[in-house]
């Protein structure tokens, strides 16, 4: 009989439940009986009219492979250990590991929750709660920026892969047109030229470069001195970029449940190559001093609000929520999916990786130091950078070295390549399931028709001022106070609009686990206090924009970049005005407010409603004959 009481629109922990069944929708009121599948019965219902095919995942693993392919990226790869090298190794890990109980986990399974519960992208599903629907589209505008530029990533890292087909690398000579020769060192020269060379740059000021940072920033790049500086189109990056986009307009337009390979190649092989470069990593000269510089403590830093800050932040940026995507990537599973597993395993994976990823990068950091003649502090700069300077140093030491380069920017590929198609299917689904008639009607030329617009915003992007415009992007568009400030409404519209004790009984609704309480306390108070706290941090501890040689970006840049930010942040309290005050309503303002905070109350839709049994007919009938008369 509860299963009957459900379809009534039983209460659970107090407060209303709101079922939603995936790929149908079946409402049941005191005045209406039960629906047929794919059909709506009333006006105020939170799905839309007609029958949706949102198509599902078809292999155990296949949901899990995807939360692989997005979460795992190049985050993991340079952002990580960096941030731990510069805030003090060990103590950044304990800080990190925090914030990874309190924040990330919590809200990724929340997202991952309500996306397979509600069946619905980012944007849609705020319905149920319509006052925060400001936070779908704030959703759609932070993956929109960080869209816009990883393909530009995958650009460089093509490029690689086409260079390291020589049969000399092009960063192995110091004997090239972008080289500047005077400071130029490839490390194989001896200590005693090596010493003689540092020693006369050091007296007129200057300082040596390794022919893998000229190639990065003088023949990849032909990087211009400042933004200012538009210094024209780099036309190989603009043709591999246009590669890139075929790429994911390919995976995608038959629906990303399709692409299984592709998803399970994407999640899988970064792994091989990262274990092979591990094992050569640790192999080279001065590999574990780098590996001592990623993870020896320094237990003073845990004083400094910086840590925390960029602890947090790298959290949230690392695990991506907020994009969409992980609650676009829920709604393709079946109801019954055991998704709070899957994302917890998810959660102990990004995590591992990261810190593997740390002792690859800092033992080829380690190996750099001693053949430049340079503390690591010198070696390791901020941005994606790390990752185009570290790996092919390593892979110039390796036997059959085109092979082994070739796959590792392979794996760099993957992984933006990866991340791409999950944040643009995020996007995408989000976009179709606010204008189904269109896009879902016509998705392969409106999918089409995106990714060509995407590909026009990321020219500037391949420009020789590109990689700072890529920055501006990144650090103000697609993370830090923005990314913030979004996932906070986030978290407050589910656990306190929708109600965390309604994500708690979706998750035994659909897996049949009742998980603890404790996970209200998270979602309803760490959660929220915690994203609050990171965003507060953010703006009081607010430092201009530098670029890698230590100058601050124009102010013009900084203005710019304020701007990215509050696209995806004003839309959020700019929406809730509108609900309130332009809807045209004649309801009182506290009816609006009641309405607007909280699923509709007089709605219930269950999932199995379309299948009750002649007996539950009969108790509902009774039930509903009895409400009636009352």
């Not at 190649?265 to 000269?285: D, E, H, S, V």
């Not at 005005?577 to 045209?584: D, E, H, Q, S, V």
């Not at 709605?603 to 009774?622: Q, T």
Request: aromatic share 16%; proline share 4%; hydrophobic share 45%.
């Amino acid at each position: 009989m509860e299963k009957v009481r459900n379809l009534l629109g039983g209460k659970t922990d107090g407060e209303p439940t709101l079922h939603v069944g995936h790929g149908e929708t079946t409402a049941l009121t005191h005045d209406e009986g039960l629906a047929p599948p794919g059909t709506r019965t009333r006006k105020d219902s939170v799905l839309p009219a007609e029958p949706v095919d949102r198509g599902q995942w078809s292999g155990p693993l296949d949901f899990l492979m995807s939360m692989v392919a997005y979460a795992v990226g190049l985050g993991n790869v340079w952002r990580f250990p960096y941030l731990c090298f510069k805030n003090g190794g060990g103590s950044f890990l304990v800080v990190y590991f925090l914030f990874f109980c309190l924040g990330a986990v919590p809200i990724f399974i929340m997202e991952v929750t309500v996306g397979q519960y509600l069946q619905r992208g980012a944007m849609e599903m705020w319905k149920m709660c319509p006052l925060f629907k400001g936070v779908g589209i704030g959703n759609v505008v932070i993956a929109f920026m960080c869209i816009a530029y990883f393909c530009v990533i995958v650009s460089w890292a093509i490029f690689y892969m086409i260079a390291s087909l020589s049969s000399t690398f092009p960063w192995e000579t110091c004997d090239n047109w972008w080289n500047i020769k005077d400071t130029c060192i490839t490390g194989k020269e001896n200590a005693t030229v090596l010493s003689t060379l540092v020693s006369n740059l050091t007296k007129h000021g200057m300082h040596t470069q390794t022919s893998v940072e000229q190639f990065w920033e003088r023949r990849v790049l032909q990087q211009t001195d400042s933004i200012s500086d538009f210094g024209g189109i780099q036309w190989e990056l603009l043709g591999l970029m246009f590669i890139a986009w075929l790429i994911v307009y390919f995976a995608l337009w038959k629906g990303i449940t399709q692409a299984r390979k592709f998803v399970y190649f994407c999640a899988l092989f970064p792994y091989f190559l990262l274990f092979i470069l591990l094992c050569r990593g640790l192999t080279l000269p001065g590999a574990f001093t780098g590996i001592s510089f990623y993870l020896t403590p320094n237990m003073t830093k845990l004083a400094d609000t910086t840590v925390w800050k960029d602890a947090g932040t790298q959290v949230f940026y690392s695990y991506g929520v907020g994009f969409g995507a992980l609650i676009a990537l829920g709604s393709h599973n079946k109801f019954t999916h055991n998704c709070y597993r899957d994302a917890f395993i998810m959660c102990c994976i990004n995590g591992s990786t990261s810190i593997l990823a740390g002792f690859v990068v800092f033992s080829i950091l380690g190996y750099m130091s001693v053949i430049a003649n340079k503390d690591i502090a010198e070696i390791v700069k901020p941005g994606v950078g790390l990752a185009f300077q570290a790996y092919p140093e390593v892979a110039s030491n390796l036997p059959l070295k085109q092979v082994w380069a070739f796959l590792f920017f392979l794996m760099i590929t993957i992984l933006g390549l990866d991340s791409q198609v999950c944040m643009m299917e995020g996007l995408f689904t989000a976009l179709e399931d606010t204008f189904p008639t269109i896009l879902r009607k016509y998705k392969k030329i409106s999918l089409g028709v995106t990714c060509l617009f995407f590909f026009i915003i990321g020219i500037p992007m391949v420009s020789h001022a590109g990689a700072y415009w890529l920055t501006l992007f990144d650090s103000y568009g697609a993370s830090g106070i923005a990314l913030l400030f979004v996932v906070f409404f986030e978290v407050v519209g589910l656990s306190w609009g929708f109600g965390a004790n309604r994500v708690r009984a979706a998750l035994k609704e659909m897996i049949g686990v009742h998980p603890s309480k404790i996970w209200l306390v998270f979602w309803k108070f760490t959660a929220p206090l915690v994203t609050a706290v990171l965003f507060i941090f953010c703006l009081v501890m607010y430092k201009p924009l530098k670029y890698p040689h230590g100058g601050d970006y124009p102010l013009w840049a900084e203005m710019t970049g304020f701007c990215l930010s509050a696209c995806s942040m004003v839309v959020i309290p700019g929406y809730a005005l509108y609900y309130l005050f332009c809807r045209g309503s004649n309801e009182p303002f506290m009816q609006r407010l009641r309405k607007g905070i909280s699923p509709p109350a007089s709605l219930k839709i269950g999932r199995s409603a379309p299948y009750a049994s002649a007996e539950e007919m009969e108790y509902i009938d009774a039930e509903k004959k009895a409400k009636n008369l009352a």
